[in-house]
């Protein structure tokens, strides 16, 4: 199977960028968390690792469902909900509408040079994401996570198209 083949069909294009998206995800994730091991004090939730953070939101979201009697299933099914939703939305906003329609009409002098749209979709995607409104600190792990998520995402987009983009940003949520 060459990779043109695999290019040219869009579902299983989207599907590799879901899963590259969860992929992309668990390994940031991983590099952050054996770097906090290693004594480095980067991306701390109100004081807390990642486990430990991880750990507090799970209690509370089980505090509040219990509270509200919503059932697992359906707090599940709201999450992967939003998730979907989220990562359609901000795909739709940041790489199609931004990036493909509206920079180019601000700028059309940089259409030579399209990766100067994809860098300032990237950047303003990720400075979005800058403040973590769990915590009142601003996070910059969280910055170059983004960064380099809009990077690969904008390549999905101009690859395979706004689905394979929008299904990236999916895996990643999750």
Known sequence: MSINFILNNKFLASSLCFAGGY???????SANKLAVRWGFQLDM???????EYTNYLID???????ASHVTLNRQLGALLCDFAIL???????YRFLLEKIVLPWLFPQLAIYSIAYTCISTLLFASSHLHNPLSNQEFALQFFHTTIFGAVSSLALHRIGLLGSIFAHVGFNL
Not at 60 to 66: D, M
């Open 87 to 93: 990562g359609a939305r901000e795909e739709i906003s």
């Open 23 to 29: 992929a992309l995800n668990y390994t940031l994730t």
């Open 60 to 66: 509370q979201n089980k505090r509040v469902a219990e």
């Open 45 to 51: 939730q109100n004081g807390m690792s990642y486990d």
